[in-house]
């Protein structure tokens, strides 16, 4: 019975593959031609789309020490508030959104996607799983207790400026001095320059052994010059914010810039 | 009467707090116990302590894996409130009911919060008045368990370890005697003498006589106290013998040239030496300079064997697990989480990772996955398997910079010479690795002296002399049988006037329970006060890591006078060539005591000294 069945199907098939032929035979050649070139080439369009959309990033990395305010900054530039407070941030965390200051904004806005890693040093490595979508990044220091943390914020923000997706890509990176509206806080230049002095010094005693296996993959600066920003590959800027009082307005234009609005 | 309750999510934001218990805590508790509990893998611990000037606080917590929310409740130390596991979970419930991942303000639910309390505390009241009641029966059962304890362990530390666990409503004896914390945070100072070295029995058996039965444990304490001073009389004698040893005169048997004529080193080594020392400079790069090239095909593999593990069990459990990972099953539960935890560890135990370390480790992970939604097309075993392997790099990352480098040059600038101490127990590798970091210090120009602070060993002066002279570096030595504390003092200040940057000082092998050997440790130290003080182990290590580092930590913290003590601040492996793929004592002594890795011993020549590679040792113990 069944062998029966098959032989059935199988002439059905060879039915309707006989009049395929001749459908396709029926053609003018030159549409056939014509309709395959037609869905190659929107093949080809999608795929090169594809590509092009992958290389434009448009996250911002907000990174720094534990406790210099990240999660504060990304939530005043989310909702525009800090809410209840925060704590050591034990995640990331993610958000693409319009900027709080630009719901205002009428029109058709971007939205900004913004990710806020964790700056205690267990976490370290989750900085790298974002760091290939990154089009900026935000080095928040605590510009009241900076001096006590000077070495480890130049350690980290050394350890970012060498590595090898941010020098080939030449991700701008902003300096952000949080906590200005603290009587006692430096001044942005103080610590421009007090990381400079340190980075340095790291240059001349930061051989392959670095943290347990972050390799420093580049070196920084001219040798036998001091230290400057300036000398990175990728551009370096100094900015002022206060989380606490919502005054980020200098960090949201270094976005702005980066993503188009 | 809680002092406050938090909830927060995991990327930091704080989603509500109790308004009423408006008092502000003093210190930053929640940060800490964040910064050393929960990112430190000892999430499975039942509560942390947490000591700031003015306050003592114990905090409990319970978390919500699914949303990524975590609960913690505070209260003072001296209270020992009954009700607040049982708040925790009610409130954990109730929140997930009403929490929404937009909204950032929850006012509405201090209502329920207060509803909730009452039902706790009443239910604590009911439970508190049925143990009065059950109380005598208990105790006789927590003395018995405690009995059979003693009798199968040995050592009075380890009798001590039964009376000081589950006190206290159950505080974390898995979070005790850690008296290393960034800062001046004293978090476990509660009595004195308390050792962490928790076998879990323990916890599991005084967990009955938890609540309330505290005096069974003030028994068992007073017992052990007194087992304590027997063990201390006992461990003079021995320390009175070796002295008595090198003060004897030699044994003269028949009219044989004296003994002077026995030291035969230095005038044959005198003309050889120039030779040796010309070679031995040019061994090549030191290890430590070199980079190691991770392959990064270990995700495939870990993939497979993880199937073929699941081959060998039941065939319906595969088909099941299968079906489950598909559909994707709607929330862990421990049960579910068991079988691969059990297979984990049972890994780890087999790459020489310590039994408690291992069995805390799962407890934490399971802490983590518990009610968390199993992605579709996931296995339980791959989503355990992955969490274990991020909390395994998370504890082998350092916490702080190891870029010693770094440290000298500092030291440099501010004119002192930079001091690292070894020590360890006996036969670990001390002197040879401290003659290979001096090479590699070398390499990168930096002056390195020696100090010879094993006054004990017999040849232990003569070994550190023969590296010194291959080395080309100064060497400080007093001979033998002199106070080393003095003998550091003395090469520290020698150090200073001949211009060395860096002073390595050897110390003479100890075991952990030795006593006054171990306070002249602590005196050494104190004393001295280094930068850096390293904690020599060797891979080949078992369950007893855990032991050693422990007790050194401990014995460290309590046998100094100053109110700050020095705590071993890191770790060198030795003999790392000798264990082929069972790297597990890495991991169990980052663990423990929370100090990173910073070099790696990996043969007997100047040039095997490496850095730890995490990436490789997680691949390594997962395997």
Known sequence: MDKEKIGELKIQLQQLLNEAQEFVQRIPPLQLYAAIGVVVFTIFLLLVIRLFKRRSANTILLTGLSGSGKTVLFYQLRDGSFHQGTVTSMEPNEGTFILNSETSKKGKINPVHIVDVPGHSRLRPKLDEFLSQAAGIVFVVDAVEFLPNVRAASEYLYDILTKASVVKKKIPLLLLCNKVDKVTAHTKDFIRRQLEKEIDKLRASRTALSSADVTNEYTLGLPGEAFVFSQCHNKVTVAEASGLTSDISQLEQFIREYVKA | ???????????????????????????????????????????????????????????????????????????????????????????????????????????????????????????????????????????????????????????????????????????????????????????????????????????????????????????????????????????????????????????????????????????????????????????????????????????????????????????????????????????????????????????????????????????????????????????????????????????????????????????????????????????????????????????????????????FRSGAVEQLRTHARRLQIPIFEKGYEKDPAIVAKEAIQEASRNGSDVVLVDTAGRMQDNEPLMRALSKLIYVNSPDLVLFVGEALVGNDAVDQLSKFNQKLGDLSPSPDPRLIDGILLTKFDTIDDKVGAALSMVYISGAPVMFVGCGQSYTDLKKLNVKSIVKTLLK
């Not at chain 2, 927060?8 to 934001?13: A, D, E, I, N, Q």
Request: some cysteine.
């Open chain 2, 1 to 455: 009467m809680l002092e406050q309750l938090l909830i927060f999510t995991r990327g930091g934001l704080i989603l509500w707090t109790c308004k009423e218990l408006g008092n502000a805590l003093r210190g930053s508790p929640i940060d800490t116990l964040i910064r050393s509990c929960l990112l430190e893998e000892r999430s499975g611990a039942a509560s942390y302590n947490y000591d700031a000037p003015g306050a003592s606080y114990t905090l409990k917590w319970t978390f919500h894996n699914e949303l990524s929310l975590v609960f913690v409740a505070v209260y003072q130390r001296i209270l020992h409130l009954l009700y607040v596991d049982d708040l925790l979970s009610m409130i954990k419930q109730e929140f997930s009911a009403i929490y929404d991942p937009k909204r950032t303000s929850y006012d509405d639910f201090d209502d329920i919060f207060q509803q909730l309390k009452k039902e706790a505390e009443a239910r604590a009241e009911e439970m508190k008045k049925s143990k009065q009641l059950g109380k005598p029966v208990n105790n006789n059962l927590g003395r018995k368990q405690g009995q059979v304890q003693n009798g199968s362990v040995d050592g009075g530390s380890k009798k001590k370890s039964g009376g000081e666990s589950g006190n206290d409503g159950g505080d974390g004896d898995k979070s005790r005697g850690r008296p290393l914390e960034n800062g001046n945070l004293r978090n476990n100072h509660v009595g004195k003498g308390e050792v962490p070295a928790m076998v879990n029995a323990n916890g599991k058996e005084n967990g009955a006589s938890k609540t309330g039965a505290f005096d069974v444990n003030k028994l068992q304490k007073l017992r052990s106290k007194a087992a304590k001073k027997t063990e201390t009389v006992v461990n003079k004698v021995p320390k009175g013998e070796p002295n008595k040893k090198i003060t004897k005169k030699n044994r003269v048997w028949d009219d044989s040239p004296k003994e002077s004529k026995l030291d035969f080193t230095d005038p044959v080594s005198e003309n050889g030496e120039q030779n040796i020392s010309v070679v031995a400079a040019d061994e090549g790069e030191s290890m430590m300079d070199k980079e190691e090239i991770i392959s990064s095909d270990s995700e495939s593999e870990e993939e497979e064997t993880g199937k073929d593990s699941n081959v060998d069990s039941k065939k319906k459990g595969w088909f099941s697990s299968m079906f489950q990972s598909i559909a994707g099953k709607a929330n862990l539960q421990k049960s579910d989480l068991e079988p691969a935890l059990k297979a984990l560890k049972d890994g780890l135990m087999t790459k020489n990772v310590a039994e408690e370390i291992a069995e805390k480790l799962c407890e934490s992970v399971a802490a983590s996955l518990e009610g968390k939604r199993l992605a579709s097309f996931t296995r339980i075993s791959s989503t355990v398997q992955a969490a274990m392997e991020e909390a395994l790099v998370r504890i082998l990352t350092p916490r702080r910079s190891i870029d010693i480098l770094r440290d000298v040059h500092a030291a440099k600038e501010q004119g002192k010479p930079y001091v690292v101490v070894f020590v360890g127990v006996n036969g670990v590798g001390k002197s040879t690795n401290l003659a290979k970091v001096a090479y590699w210090l070398l390499q990168h120009n930096v002056n390195v002296m020696m100090a010879a602070c094993d006054t």
